[in-house]
């Protein structure tokens, strides 16, 4: 049984780590928390979200004796629903967020998918859900097993314990061949104004996809890569961009088709003076809807270490870039210490978004990057949210 055995344990230890860090986020002040009160008594958690159509894309659920809090990743998605329930019997006001979304569970939403609901097809036949249960039961809102389908659906009061349980049962022995997967209301969800939500029903490839050739030099590589830092800075559609220096080409990839026809548009004649060619092409490559409400929220390829003077010294004497290889291909890894400052940073871009989303997990695992150990890391520029701090 799941009591007397380790795994019992790794799943108390899990929500503990968890909660830990969320009780200890810096204030960020965005009005994207839905307070509903005037609750039935003993009301169902799940009714009350139901009943106010809140949808998944809910960062965490903090429910009371007489209210709800429900914490949105967005503040659009608080004011809609406000605006959606206005003939209510519930009394719902929007407030401002006590804390910011860690990176990590950005991480998670875009790269794995993850949201609070949980199931598991394929449930070993030998295991005691019930076991489960009891480790997890005050994070959970419900729990439902199917014993003749074997599958499992947990909807737990937040994405982060939904992720980290995810994690803890795909690693155990006993669930090899469990599928594992995560539930979207997108009927409910809401989306940037940059995203057409039509691209999620089109049919085919979408032209989200450019191709630079004729990168013949070191030079010519360096310009391109220029081009993406700086279209970076203005959107943030970018999810890859890799460099095949033997076949002299480039590849990009977007999230949406506007923002690889605005790429093209932005640097159609710098490429032409360059002597690159560019082609716009229709690609079948799959952008699910969490990677753009991760995006929105400030995912990027790029990852920004805080460094002490002694981290600095320890880095001057290493291949930076090697550092990372085992996580993905980075196209930029720079260290920045100015003089007379008392902390640095270190940069590091990736070539794909995947890659810096992985990162941000792996380096929760203890020891991963000892020479690193304390630094915070959050990708670049999303001061919005919470950093993780390298373990």
């Not at 009371?64 to 503040?75: A, C, E, L, N």
């Not at 291909?329 to 995947?354: C, Y």
């Not at 792996?362 to 890391?377: A, F, Y």
Request: hydrophobic fraction near 40%; charged fraction near 25%.
């Amino acid at each position: 049984m799941l009591m007397r055995t380790g795994l019992y344990f790794v799943l108390r230890r899990s929500c503990a780590r968890i909660f830990r860090g969320i009780s200890t986020e810096a204030l960020h002040y965005a009005e994207r928390v839905l307070h509903v009160e005037n609750l039935p008594v003993g009301y169902n958690v799940s009714t009350i979200l139901d009943t106010i159509k809140a949808g998944t894309q809910i960062e965490k659920i903090r429910p009371q004796k007489t209210r709800i809090s429900v914490y949105f990743y967005d503040q659009n998605c608080a004011s809609r629903c406000l605006k959606a329930n206005g003939g209510s019997p519930l009394s719902l006001k929007v407030a401002y967020a006590e804390g910011r979304i860690p990176s990590s569970v950005v991480a998670s939403l875009g790269r794995y998918h993850a949201s609070r609901i949980l199931t598991i097809d394929h449930v070993p036949r030998e295991f005691d859900v019930q076991d489960l249960k009891k480790p997890v039961r005050d994070r959970m809102e419900s729990f439902d097993y199917d014993e003749a389908k074997a599958q499992l659906e947990i909807s737990f009061l937040d994405t982060s314990t939904a992720f980290n349980i995810r994690n803890v049962l795909h690693e155990n022995w006993k669930f090899e061949k469990s599928l594992f997967d995560y539930i979207h209301d997108d009927k409910h969800s809401f989306f940037p104004d940059w995203y057409r939500t039509e691209e999620n029903d089109a049919v085919g490839p979408l032209k989200r996809s450019v191709e630079l050739r004729c990168i013949t030099s070191p030079t010519t590589a360096e310009t391109c890569q220029a081009w993406t830092n700086r279209f970076d800075e203005l959107s943030p559609t970018l999810v890859s961009a890799s460099l095949v220096p033997k076949r002299e080409i480039m590849y990009l990839a977007f999230a949406t088709e506007a923002g690889a026809d605005q790429f093209v548009k932005m640097f159609q004649i710098k490429s032409a003076k360059t002597g690159v060619e560019m082609e716009l092409l229709a690609r079948d490559h799959t952008i699910h809807p969490s990677l753009i409400t991760a995006l929105s929220l400030g995912a990027s390829r790029s990852l920004v270490f805080t460094l002490n003077q002694e981290q600095y010294q320890i880095l001057q004497k290493k291949d930076c870039r090697r550092l990372f290889s085992k996580m993905g291909r980075t196209s930029r890894v720079s260290v920045q210490f100015p003089p007379e400052a008392l902390k640095g940073e270190l940069i590091v871009q990736f070539d794909h978004i995947f890659s810096a989303m992985g990162a941000i997990h792996r380096l929760m695992v203890p020891g991963v990057l000892p020479d690193l150990k304390g630094s915070h890391v959050n990708f670049r520029g999303a001061h919005q949210l919470k950093y993780l701090v390298v373990q």
